[in-house]
């Protein structure tokens, strides 16, 4: 049985976890979220309360969020990050797995929040709740998890260098220093195809680079193995050991997708750019170009 002591990179197989569903020291999140314009209809937090990982509890990305900010779950302060976890029975000595039933929508920014807090020992789960039943991990449903967390004293403690702020990135732009790695689809990447979002530009920053979320998933819902990420990011001309990166996407959901890849392959300390292109197409200061 795999110990969480002993995880070799972000990623974690659930076939190493099932016997270690009733362990105290690791705790699940569920972090499932289905963006409103692609399907207004259907929600994370149903599809949670449908069918989750037994003793798991639902991490809501638009209420873990900065509700001050007209931005889509933008991070929370460090003191509402770590009040929000509290809430959810998170220790600070605990191993946490993020998992989602979405493709690793919204697990991989749930790590990627879990970090920037300073949380290291969190991992994501390869395959998701899919993965989950296929090694037969035991499951409940919402109403015999909903409410019963036994609330923590959990403390977050800020890694400015996981987040990339708006004069950041447009300073990157500018001396063309990171290379910015942008994980929406390729048609909106290049302006073809209009943003969901009402009142945003379409294109994508100077000098960014196209990699979609998706190219990171094989059919059966895997991660693709280091090899194939790899090669991948040859394909665009990226050189991973050597690059530092930027990544992003449309509201910093599928940018920490990439994250989670390039913290596959050793770089750990990728900054994520939080407001994505829900701040940047809108902002008058910020040069697009369309292909």
């Not at 708006?166 to 300073?171: E, I, M, P, R």
Request: net charge negative.
């Amino acid at each position: 049985m795999a110990s969480a002591n002993t995880l070799n990179g972000p990623l974690i197989q659930a076939d190493s976890l099932v016997e270690r569903v009733d362990d105290p020291q690791v705790c699940f999140l569920d972090a499932t979220w289905i963006a409103p314009f692609l399907d207004p209809d259907t929600k994370g937090r149903e599809l949670f309360d449908k069918q989750h990982i037994a003793h798991a509890q639902f991490f809501d990305i638009d209420a873990i969020a900065d509700q001050s900010s007209d931005l889509p779950h933008m991070l929370p302060t460090p003191i509402e990050f770590g009040q929000a976890l509290s809430e959810l029975g998170v220790r600070n000595d605990q191993f946490v797995v993020c998992y989602d039933q979405n493709n690793y929508v919204a697990s991989a920014r749930a790590w990627w929040m879990m970090r920037v807090m300073g949380h290291e020992r969190v991992a994501v789960l390869n395959g998701g709740l899919k993965a989950w039943l296929a090694a037969g991990g035991k499951t409940s449903t919402g109403a015999q998890s909903t409410g019963n967390a036994i609330p923590s004293d959990y403390s977050a403690s800020f890694r400015p260098e996981l987040l990339a702020r708006l004069d950041q990135v447009q300073n990157d732009v500018r001396q063309n220093s990171r290379i910015i790695l942008d994980a929406r689809s390729q048609a909106r990447f290049s302006g073809s195809a209009p943003e969901p979002r009402a009142g945003l530009s379409s294109g994508h920053m100077p000098n960014a680079l196209n990699v979609p979320s998706g190219e990171f998933i094989n059919e059966d819902g895997l991660f693709k193995s280091n090899a194939e990420l790899k090669a991948l990011f040859d394909t665009i001309g990226v050189d991973v050991e050597n690059g530092q990166f930027i990544t992003t996407c449309g509201s910093g959901v599928t940018a920490a997708i990439i994250s989670l890849a390039l913290a596959s392959l050793g770089q750990d300390d990728v900054a994520l750019y939080d407001g994505s292109w829900s701040e940047w197409g809108q902002a008058a200061d910020c040069p697009f170009v369309t292909d």
